[in-house]
């Protein structure tokens, strides 16, 4: 099996940051560690955790895949050099969203349906026609390898397709990228907890258990992304290709940048 990042970076604020840094990607290469992340939102991290990312890390470009309205709940704490992009990743639908904002406000959402097949038909419609995957297919692309972050409100589900495209793009296999997906259900653990005990209060437990299939990470849930993408594209180069102008030869120069 190929290797994970094992480094979850320690910051005690921050939720579900972590580097990419060495995934190998098929033909043996792995990913230049330091330069791509992924994370939820900075709105917690204190200024000495700013610091630690401006200077330690040196992380140059921040791309939220967030809402307005999730932004202005819950705006990121921004270290001096940041470079910041505000692109909404969700799909253009009135009956599914990743917005939890939104979600959290309207229990009226979740009636609908149940709960995994909310969240699958989420990930079916976020790898197409994608603002936000288009402006990171260009930060990739012509930053000369600056480091991004990329990252939503937890890190997992609009961050997840958004650093599986990325993964794709670089050479790395699938059984890889769901393993680093599914990584998002460990690392966010105590951060549910603490969400769950405060939703106890004022949630009955049909409530809740609904809330935690939504926060959880799971298998289905990326693989019906993935599958959505086969069904109309046949292959992931394809898609990447056609969906957001990723060629062999910009893929190339990708992999140049954020590959040893």
């Given at each position: 099996?190929?290797?994970?990042?094992?480094?979850?970076?320690?910051?005690?604020?921050?939720?579900?940051?972590?580097?990419?840094?060495?995934?190998?990607?098929?033909?043996?290469r792995k990913i230049k560690s330091g330069l791509l992340f992924r994370?939820?939102?900075?709105?917690?991290i204190t200024?000495?955790?700013?610091?630690?990312?401006?200077?330690?890390?040196?992380?140059?470009?921040?791309?939220?895949?967030?809402?307005?309205?999730e932004i202005k709940t819950r705006p990121d704490n921004l270290w001096h050099?940041?470079?910041?992009?505000?692109?909404?990743?969700?799909?253009m639908s009135d009956d599914v969203t990743a917005n939890l904002t939104k979600e959290l406000a309207n229990t009226n959402i979740l009636k609908k349906d149940f709960p995994n097949d909310f969240m699958i038909k989420l990930y079916q419609l976020l790898p197409f026609n994608n603002t936000a995957y288009q402006t990171l297919v260009e930060l990739l692309l012509n930053n000369e390898g600056k480091s991004i972050v990329q990252h939503c409100a937890i890190g997992k589900d609009r961050t997840g397709v958004g650093v599986a495209l990325t993964l794709f793009a670089l050479?790395?296999?699938?059984?890889t990228i769901m393993a680093d997906y599914l990584l998002?259900?460990?690392?966010?653990?105590?951060?549910?907890?603490?969400?769950?005990?405060?939703?106890?209060?004022?949630?009955?437990?049909?409530?809740?258990?609904?809330?935690?299939?939504?926060?959880?990470?799971?298998?289905?849930?990326?693989?019906?992304?993935l599958d959505a993408i086969k069904n109309k594209?046949?292959?992931?180069?394809?898609?990447?290709?056609?969906?957001?102008?990723?060629?062999?030869?910009?893929?190339?120069?990708?992999q140049d940048y954020y590959l040893i």
């Open positions: 099996m190929s290797q994970l990042s094992t480094e979850i970076l320690a910051i005690k604020n921050g939720i579900n940051f972590r580097d990419l840094g060495g995934i190998k990607t098929q033909d043996g994370s939820g939102d900075f709105n917690q200024l000495d955790e700013q610091n630690f990312i401006a200077k330690k890390l040196d992380l140059n470009i921040v791309l939220d895949y967030r809402d307005h309205t050099q940041a470079q910041y992009f505000n692109i909404p990743a969700n799909p050479g790395v296999d699938e059984k998002s259900d460990k690392v966010l653990a105590n951060f549910r907890e603490k969400l769950f005990l405060h939703y106890q209060t004022h949630l009955t437990d049909e409530e809740l258990e609904k809330r935690k299939q939504i926060f959880a990470a799971k298998p289905v849930y990326l693989q019906s992304a594209y046949q292959t992931i180069n394809n898609w990447l290709e056609n969906e957001y102008q990723l060629n062999e030869s910009k893929r190339q120069t990708i």
